[in-house]
């Protein structure tokens, strides 16, 4: 079945680093997606991976993948206020058009 | 280098109206993407055209919505006789042939608000 699963929110302290988690069901799934969403607009297209890779760096992102528990992680390192936003963790088939999304995990920083 | 656009980004109907959506794509892409945001939700797939052929309709509901991408102009998407349900952003993806259809991008959306 096709089901990604996130938690809710998550809250850190400027500085810290940002860890979301992200779970999928569809173990043929390709492509793997981090999206960022600000207040009333688009979303930004943030990293993917291949499934046949455990991580991938970025700057200041880190994905992570384990295959094997259908995990799927975003850290982001030194969390500025600028990262506040809702992140959408979403999949995809290589077969399939649609990109499957979670439903949004909102980033909250304190001072 | 303009990125997928959309208007209009807001769009205000009363029940029973028509809703016209439009979006068009980065340039050099012949690929776009309908999806749906709910309130406090994901992304819903919809639609996937190419030039003038549906490519994948599985997400459009089966009555009162339509998409079309004519060879000339961006692509519509049409909701007729609009209810309160039908209240969401909607959003346009695009990609081009070489990237597959793997790398969507994003227009900003329209917020479409149901009276």
């Known amino acids: 079945g096709e089901d990604v699963e996130q938690s809710l929110f998550l809250s850190v302290r400027e500085g810290d680093s940002s860890v979301i988690n992200c779970t999928y069901t569809d173990s043929s799934s390709t492509y793997l997606y981090w999206y960022k969403q600000e207040p009333g607009a688009g979303l930004q297209l943030l990293t993917y991976i291949f499934s046949n890779m455990d991580m991938k760096q970025d700057q200041r992102l880190t994905v992570l993948l384990n295959k094997k528990d259908k995990h799927l992680s975003l850290r982001i390192a030194d969390t500025q206020t600028g990262d506040s936003a809702i992140y959408f963790c979403?999949?995809?088939?290589?077969?399939?058009?649609?990109?499957?999304f979670g439903s949004g995990t909102r980033l909250s920083i304190r001072p | 280098n303009a990125g997928v656009m959309q208007n209009p980004r807001h769009l205000v109907r009363r029940r029973g109206q028509e809703a016209r959506l439009r979006c068009s794509p980065m340039k050099g892409h012949s690929h776009v993407y309908w999806y749906r945001q709910l309130p406090e939700e994901g992304l819903k797939f919809m639609v996937y055209?190419?030039?003038?052929?549906?490519?994948?309709e599985s997400g459009m509901p089966k009555e009162r919505f339509s998409a079309e991408f004519p060879k000339e102009g961006p692509s519509i998407l049409r909701i007729q006789q609009v209810v309160r349900g039908d209240s969401a952003a909607y959003f346009c993806a695009s990609s081009s042939v070489e990237q597959g259809n793997y790398e969507q991008y994003f227009g900003p959306g329209t917020r479409l608000t149901v009276t």
């Open positions: 055209l190419q030039k003038e052929n549906i490519i994948d």
């Open positions: 979403a999949e995809k088939y290589s077969s399939a058009s649609k990109i499957i």
